[in-house]
């Protein structure tokens, strides 16, 4: 494998300077290839995912596909716009010059995709990725090889290897990968391999986008209608059976209504994802891998081990991979299920008298990914929102900040670094490059030696710096 990724990254590596000089024109032309060859390969793209998670077609198409097209159709819309020079203020010292930022490309990057949403987390740094002019290498999951094909397949025959390519395999890929000195390194995945890929950039100084996870908590106060906070989350937590990196994690409740919770959310469970007693599996995702089934289940045994109470839910089908939406009651907060992202169905609950509480405890904690606030008090939203740190925050829903591109989505500290979507993305595979135009009226010389008799000029030079 290494002897077939090294002559392709040198091929970008020369193509880097032709593509640096492409206009608008030519980079749109390309984002309407991409969403072509998305369009052509609609019904591989459906049976991969439903191949790899037992996606259902609607699922795909919301979160998946059509989340790209728009993603796609939105960078077509503004990159003439995003690609303009930026004029910026003067100082002393360019008080005539012209001051602007341009967006360069930053070269050849590698974008490292997860599985469990395989192709919209491949796809979306790529038309950032490609609107902001780059040479582009895609290493996607092998845990969901079907969708990884499919992407091999519509990206080898769509573009010159030159432009993108795309390497299929095993950790031992990415590991080759990320010995080769990229430009950018745009990564998806769980914080311990973030810290694996930041590490190996810093031996090249590589810039890295990380997109990351972790505990991304709900906070739910005693003002906010409960059945439709608890309808949300269900939706939130479920959707790809838990497997979404800003997923709901926890939910911290004001005490008095924790038995609403319970019954409400296990309402919307049920008329979410059940035909009576059975659950739909045609509606409900699988989970991922037989190593994750098992995961998942030991930090729910544990978890009740540790003292807490199954409210409902929790049912096992290991042979079709499947565990059914759990809820956990007085949860300990120093089991491993506290200490570790989920990713999967199952869903703690832990009580708190004040709102205080509550953001102490998720203070205690690293930055999530995301996090969830269902309360009818702006006071209480803004106190918590003030007193937080997060990557992204929802009031009174969840997800849907992340289907927005004129927001920017990324995480902070161990849930990431850098942001991807609209502008953002666009920024994050371009360097911004300070240019100053200086004009004949230049008064720089003032500062040159001999300073002599320029001591005076200090007083006055430092009011006006």
Request: glycine residues 6%; charged residues 25%; proline residues 4%.
């Amino acid at each position: 494998m290494e002897q077939q990724i090294k002559p392709v990254f040198d091929l970008q590596q020369k193509h880097k300077f032709d593509l640096r000089k492409t206009d608008a024109k030519t980079r749109i032309g390309k984002l309407k290839l991409l969403k072509l060859a998305l369009e052509n390969a609609e019904e591989e793209i459906f049976a991969a995912l439903e191949k790899d998670l037992r996606k259902n077609r609607f699922e795909s198409a919301v979160t998946e596909l059509y989340f790209t097209y728009a993603e796609i159709d939105f960078a077509i819309k503004k990159l003439r716009s995003w690609m303009k020079p930026e004029s910026a203020g003067r100082t002393m010292s360019n008080l005539f010059a012209s001051n602007k930022i341009y967006y360069e490309p930053k070269g050849v990057c590698l974008i490292i995709a997860p599985w469990n949403y395989p192709l919209q987390l491949m796809m979306s740094p790529l038309v950032s990725a490609i609107a902001a002019g780059n040479c582009v290498i895609l290493k996607p999951s092998e845990l969901s090889e079907a969708t990884a094909g499919v992407i091999n397949k519509m990206i080898t025959t769509t573009f010159d290897p030159k432009e993108i390519a795309c390497f299929e395999g095993d950790a031992g890929v990415s590991t080759e990968l990320l010995k080769l000195p990229f430009d950018h390194i745009f990564f998806t995945g769980s914080t311990a391999i973030g810290k694996v890929v930041m590490e190996a950039a810093a031996k090249n100084l590589t810039s890295v986008t990380l997109e990351l996870g972790g505990k991304s908590p709900v906070i739910v106060d005693e003002t906010c209608d409960i059945k439709k906070a608890a309808e949300k989350i269900a939706w939130g937590k479920l959707v790809n059976a838990g497997q979404t990196c800003i997923a709901p994690d926890y939910v911290l409740i004001e005490e008095s209504k924790l038995n609403d919770f319970v019954g409400d959310y296990k309402t919307a469970v049920q008329k979410m994802f059940f035909e009576g007693a059975e659950i739909n599996q045609k509606d409900y995702a699988k989970i991922i891998s037989e190593k994750q089934f098992k995961r998942l289940n030991k930090l729910m045994n544990d978890a009740v081990a540790d003292g807490a109470v199954l409210a409902f839910g929790g049912e096992k089908d290991e042979q079709n991979l499947t565990l059914l939406p759990a809820l956990l009651t007085s949860v300990n907060e120093k089991s491993d299920i506290m200490q570790e992202e989920i990713f999967g169905p199952v869903l703690p609950v832990i009580t708190f008298k004040n709102v205080q509480e509550a953001i102490d405890l998720v203070n205690s904690k690293s930055k999530p990914l995301a996090l969830y606030i269902f309360s009818g008090s702006k006071q209480n939203q803004h106190k918590i929102i003030n007193q937080t740190s997060a990557g992204g925050t929802c009031v009174n829903d969840v997800l849907v900040h992340i289907s927005n591109p004129n927001l920017p989505f990324g995480g902070v500290n161990s849930s990431g670094m850098g942001s991807c979507h609209g502008v953002f993305g666009f920024k994050t595979f371009s360097h911004e490059r300070a240019v100053v135009f200086q004009s004949k009226l230049g008064m720089t010389s003032m500062i040159y030696p001999p300073y002599g008799k320029k001591m005076g000029l200090l007083k006055w030079l430092k009011k006006l710096m």
